[in-house]
């Protein structure tokens, strides 16, 4: 199975009243933002994931009867 690669760092917090505080950094690209909702977490991370990125890592072929990491 080949394809491609990205990655998120993903905190989030819950305030007192029930408001979410979501901060997200794209890995490859070094890009943050600050959020307040899961639907624009999500909106994000779409805008990001994109197949023409050239943020996006190209992984390679890996058998899946064997155990193997990508590093």
């Known amino acids: 199975m080949s394809g491609q690669y ?12 029930g ?3 979501i ?3 794209h890995v490859q690209s070094g890009e943050v933002a600050q959020l ?5 977490l999500i ?3 779409e805008a990001r994931w994109n197949p023409g990125s050239t943020d996006l890592m190209m992984i390679p072929d890996l058998d899946p ?7």
Do not use: M, N, P, V
């Open 43 to 45: 909106t994000w991370i």
């Open 6 to 17: 990205t990655s998120f760092l993903i905190r989030c917090w819950r305030r007192e009243g």
């Open 23 to 25: 901060k997200i950094e």
């Open 36 to 40: 307040d909702t899961l639907a624009h």
């Open 65 to 71: 009867t064997t155990e193997q990491q990508i590093r």
């Open 19 to 21: 408001k979410h505080h």
